[in-house]
């Protein structure tokens, strides 16, 4: 997880938002998953035509969140 994390972050900062199925593919997780914490609204996420997309720096802040809490 932690090689795919640093790819994320290496990515230029134009790239402000992602798929849910980059957000899967970072932590591991199904797609099935990611749209779940979209549907529960536990995961920060924007409605873009037919398809989500989560702002980088949500995803930043979720993912220090769910870091700090299990900690």
């Known amino acids: 997880m932690k090689m795919q994390l640093t790819k994320l972050m290496a990515r230029p900062q134009q790239e ?3 798929t849910p199925q980059e957000v899967a593919d970072t ?3 199904s797609i099935f998953t990611v749209r779940r914490w979209i549907g529960q609204k536990e995961l920060p ?3 873009v035509g ?3 997309r989560i702002a ?3 995803f930043d ?3 220090q969140e769910k870091r700090r809490l299990s900690a």
């Open 27 to 29: 932590l591991k997780v």
């Open 50 to 52: 037919r398809g989500w």
């Open 16 to 18: 402000m938002f992602l």
């Open 56 to 58: 980088r720096v949500d």
């Open 45 to 47: 996420a924007y409605k």
């Open 61 to 63: 802040n979720w993912l």
